[in-house]
């Protein structure tokens, strides 16, 4: 359905989110080609081959088995519904999936070395949301397609719940001053999602959701304070180069995670 690189809309992102960040920045004198800045565009223009690749293979296995388990009538109920009513479905139940895959890669120790590299971010930008290690997109998004295709929503539902799903996913990590006022509780925001990002204690292990800031309401998870962080990032020692990224989950001697209640998910991170 999709090519594997879709090269016009990684250009088209670029040249608006670039002339966005210099017009309304959020950190004014950070640089568009701040450090590290090429490994998140190798990130970028590579990671989702494999991606793609084993979502292919973890969805396309998963559903022979729920194929066996999801009554047939569900499917034809979802799919008897008008296609708008089906994409604002589908936004919500594959935004569930993904918040719930999201807190379990924060509170397991093992998963939380691949989102580790996610979060070794410093500097948040539009290419930061490409710094995502390959088994965590492809779990956390399989998560999320995976009840989508189980319960039988039309493609053009799931096509729009991509499109929203991939530039909300830039612009949240954006270094932009946009923000959504009262619509901040129901749209997630750069004003939501930094929060995520940001290494204060008081913003360890929140606002996990992608679109739906509701579902961390009803989590317990949400942090929303009207000023934004100052800092970013790990006190975790993580390595900056694609290939030592791919293999750090697997050799790190880190730590292992703090439960979701308590402080952070990294135990190395400062009081």
Known sequence: MFDLIDYKAVLVIALIFIPLEQLLPLHAGQSATRRHWLNDVFYLLFNGIVIKFGMLLLVGAAMLVV????????????????SWLQAIEALLVADIGFYLAHRA???????????????????????????????????????????????????????????IYHWQSVFIHSNTRIKFGPLRWLIASPQFHH??????????????AAQLPVLDLIGGTLFMPQHMPEKYGLDEPVPQLYHRQLVYPFVTTAEPAAPIAEASPAAAKPE
């Not at 194929?67 to 008008?82: D, F, I, M, N």
């Open 67 to 82: 194929r066996r388990v999801v009554p047939e009538a569900l499917p034809a109920a979802v799919q008897s519904q008008p």
């Open 105 to 163: 890669f924060h509170a397991v120790p093992f998963l939380w070395r691949f989102h580790a590299i996610h979060h070794s971010i410093e500097e948040m930008d539009w290419l930061a949301a490409h710094r995502v290690h390959p088994v965590d997109q492809i779990l956390t998004k399989s998560a999320s397609f995976l009840p989508l295709f189980a319960l039988g929503f039309s493609g053009e539902a799931v096509l729009i719940y991509v499109l």
């Open 195 to 208: 929060w995520h990002h940001a290494n204060d204690r008081q913003a360890y292990d929140k606002n996990f």
